[in-house]
């Protein structure tokens, strides 16, 4: 059975900074998803990673995808409040299985 | 429409009442996921649909969570006899072909709160 973790689960950092959240996944998937959640808010989908070595960037976001070690990256580079919110890592089983999610507060 | 629409957005039941959960997928959109997100977890998955067919239901917690998708495109979550444990927020997401990992397109929720 397919489990996604997360870690951190909570995430408190300083705007300008950078950090990375990871993700690690128990059994080989094909596909690794990141998602955005705003409080009260619907699932945002911001990166598909299809193979090791995958990687891609939006703006202050970039993932990374090894497959080998079953292991997917979500880098903040230079962390800007709007930034705020709770980040979701999954995993393709026979169907998308999520982690508990990182919840960042970016500090003005 | 333009998005993945979840009515009501608020519900409180009290226990032991049933609540139906309405989900209006993207037009055209193939398969439609039911997920239940409790406060301050990750979504889980509850059951698929592709089409009309139920695919899977292996994520539904008991015999008193339902669903159905009878004409393919608007589907319905019921649950009967709500419990506490019960209270979450219950996701739809849509995606336009039958392949499982294609992106989803999430619903904004239905929060229920059995009291």
């Known amino acids: 059975e397919l489990k996604v973790e997360q870690n951190p689960l909570f995430l408190s950092m300083q705007e300008g900074k950078n950090y990375t959240i990871y993700c690690n996944y128990s059994?080989?998937?094909?596909?690794l998803y990141w998602y955005r959640q705003d409080p009260g808010k619907s699932l945002e989908s911001l990166f598909v990673?299809?193979?090791?070595?995958a990687v891609k960037q939006e703006g202050r976001l970039m993932a990374s995808l090894d497959t080998k070690a079953r292991l997917s990256t979500l880098h903040i580079t230079a962390a800007v409040h709007d930034l705020s919110a709770t980040y979701f890592c999954?995993?393709?089983?026979?169907?998308?299985?999520f982690g508990k999610g990182t919840r960042l507060h970016i500090l003005p | 429409g333009a998005g993945v629409s979840q009515s009501p957005r608020y519900k409180v039941a009290k226990r032991g009442q049933d609540v139906a959960l309405r989900c209006d997928p993207i037009s055209g959109h193939v398969s439609l996921f039911w997920y239940q997100q409790a406060l301050g977890q990750g979504p889980e998955f509850l059951t698929y649909f592709q089409n009309e067919a139920q695919l899977d239901k292996s994520g539904l917690p008991s015999d008193r969570f339902f669903a159905e998708r009878p004409e393919g495109s608007v589907s319905t979550l019921k649950i009967q006899r709500t419990q506490q444990e019960d209270s979450a927020v219950y996701l739809c997401?849509?995606?336009?072909?039958?392949?499982?990992?294609?992106?989803?397109?999430f619903g904004s929720g239905t929060r229920l709160t059995v009291v």
């Open positions: 990673l299809l193979s090791n070595g």
């Open positions: 999954a995993a393709l089983d026979d169907k998308i299985i």
């Open positions: 059994t080989t998937s094909d596909r």
């Open positions: 997401a849509s995606s336009p072909n039958f392949d499982r990992g294609h992106g989803y397109t």
